[in-house]
């Protein structure tokens, strides 16, 4: 079984290799610092019985962001503010050796979660992300994120699509 953990000093952030250098030098040089002051929350996926340095199967993100719903689709916009509080799911990635089973899906359900987590406590709009191609795109479209129409590259998942989702995994 794997399990869900806060960054910290007993994961082997050296040894992620997800063959996105950007995303590799993120979780060793930038997360924890993000995460200590308090700016992004950093969570890693782990087998639950490995010993430290626990290696990471793969991790993701979460900040607070504000955004400006004329930028969302009209449909989701409309009945906004113009300036709306959200999440941004800022950086998700597997390990290379583990890419193809199943575990960014896992990831990114894991994500929406937490984010409902969030929203139980301060108001959330939705969570927003970045893809880092239009094929990366697609894989989050499968969670029912939607491209912002001047922005094909950054998508949108509304709280209510995210709760539901949620609430669908049997997730408390
Ligand atoms: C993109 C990434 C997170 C996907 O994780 P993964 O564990 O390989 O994906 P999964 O095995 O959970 O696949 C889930 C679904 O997404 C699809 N998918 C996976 N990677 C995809 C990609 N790059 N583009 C489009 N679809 C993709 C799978 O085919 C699968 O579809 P299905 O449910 O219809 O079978 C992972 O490959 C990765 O870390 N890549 C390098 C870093 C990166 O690109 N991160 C995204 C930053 S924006």
Same mark, same amino acid.
């Given at each position: 079984m794997n399990q869900l953990e806060t960054l910290?000093?007993?994961?082997d952030r050296e040894g992620f290799?997800?063959?996105?250098e950007a995303l590799n030098n993120y979780l060793r040089q930038v997360a924890r610092q993000h995460a200590q002051r308090g700016i992004s929350r950093v969570f890693v996926l782990v087998?639950?019985?490995?010993?430290?340095?626990k290696p990471v199967l793969g991790f993701f993100s979460l900040a607070a962001c504000e955004a400006e719903?004329?930028? @969302? /689709?009209a449909s989701l916009g409309?009945? @906004? /503010?113009r300036k709306i509080p959200a999440v941004r799911l800022g950086r998700l990635a597997v390990h290379r050796e583990h890419q193809g089973q199943g575990i960014g899906k896992d990831l990114v359900l894991l994500a929406l979660k937490k984010t409902a987590e969030g929203a139980a406590l301060v108001g959330v709009a939705g969570l927003f992300v970045d893809a880092k191609d239009a094929s990366v795109a697609q894989f989050y479209e499968k969670f029912g994120f939607v491209a912002l129409p001047d922005q094909p590259l950054t998508l949108f998942l509304p709280v209510q699509t995210l709760l539901q989702t949620v609430a669908a995994m049997g997730f408390e």
């Open positions: 910290g000093a007993e994961h290799d997800c063959g996105v087998e639950d019985d490995s010993p430290a340095p719903s004329e930028e @969302l /689709p409309r009945k @906004l /503010p």
